[in-house]
């Protein structure tokens, strides 16, 4: 059973969870994941580790509202017990010393680049950071990723807060300023992280992208969460979830994203219906 200690809203449908998980926080490391189930009829979803206190027995997990499940996780405060909490999942990040690193995180993409900044700190590389959003209100968690990098640059759509432009519009600057960039690391919306491997590639910097496809187990016995890396069919959860974003067939996984959009659909409208949005059981 685990605990929720702490929840906030850090920005428009998403939501920041304090879990008290002891022996998870003992464990995880940068790059993992836990698989949640939030009701005894519930579905098991994939959410990042974006931080862990081993000292107080805590990991912190940042929700995005997409679907039926995250609408149906955003109702539950503190004190409210989630019956399963499974990991850590996935590989650790490989992390070496590079020299200097440019993490890139679009919206929840945050929550694998904050931990992932963290080890990168920690093996003594220098750390530029890009956050991107929508738009200002949007922003969220730009003060720690300040504590972990050499230089944050955030950017929003519209202009409304930082940079007006893309996460890429901040690379392609960087790389015009002649910065010296050793390592990529990106994660967040899949047409994002596919703009900034195709950027990279044409300037020959090696990329890691944190890929999101859709998980069951979350152990290596399913194949859903399948992906094409260098033409080699590989499972991110066991493989992954981060890969030479240069080898990945994001086409591939924004397609297999897509399949149960309809079903998807339905069930939000149902459970909306039932809970009239507030998901309270
Ligand atoms: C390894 C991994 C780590 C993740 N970490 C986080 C995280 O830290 N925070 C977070 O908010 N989300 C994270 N996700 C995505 C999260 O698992 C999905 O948003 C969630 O499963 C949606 O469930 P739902 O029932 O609310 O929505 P659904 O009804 O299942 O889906 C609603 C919409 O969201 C899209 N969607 C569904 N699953 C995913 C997915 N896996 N990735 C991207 N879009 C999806 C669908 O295409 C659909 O348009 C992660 C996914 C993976 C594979
Ligand atoms: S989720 Fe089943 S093998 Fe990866």
Known sequence: ???????????????????????????????????????????????????????????????????????HLSCFEEEHIIPDVVGPLGKPTHIEKWGHVVCIGGGLGLAPIHHIAQ???????????????????????????????????????????????????????????????????TAGPVPMMKAVAELTKKYEIPTVASLNPIMVDGTGMCGACRVTVDGEVKFA??????????????????????????LEAEALKMFQKKHCGCGKE
């Open 119 to 185: 080890g990168v700190k920690e093996a003594g590389n220098e750390i530029t950071t890009i956050m991107g959003f929508r738009r200002k209100d949007l922003v969220f968690w730009e003060d720690k990723m300040k504590l972990l990098s050499d230089k944050v640059i955030v950017t929003t759509n519209d202009g409304s807060y930082g940079m007006k432009g893309l996460v890429t519009d901040a690379l392609q600057k960087l790389i015009d300023d002649g910065v010296k960039i050793d390592m990529v690391i």
């Open 1 to 71: 059973m685990y605990r929720i200690v702490k929840k906030r809203e850090l920005a428009e449908n998403v939501d920041e969870f304090v879990i008290e998980a002891p022996e998870i926080a003992q464990k995880a490391k940068p790059g993992q994941f836990v698989i949640i189930r939030i009701s005894k009829k519930g579905e098991r979803i994939p959410l990042t580790i974006a931080e862990k206190d081993p000292e107080f027995g805590t990991i912190t997990l940042m929700v995005q509202r997409v679907g039926k499940t995250t609408f």
């Open 237 to 262: 959860c066991v493989d992954g979830p981060e890969f030479d974003a240069h080898k990945v067939d994001f086409d591939e996984l924004i397609n297999r994203l897509n399949m149960f959009k309809t």
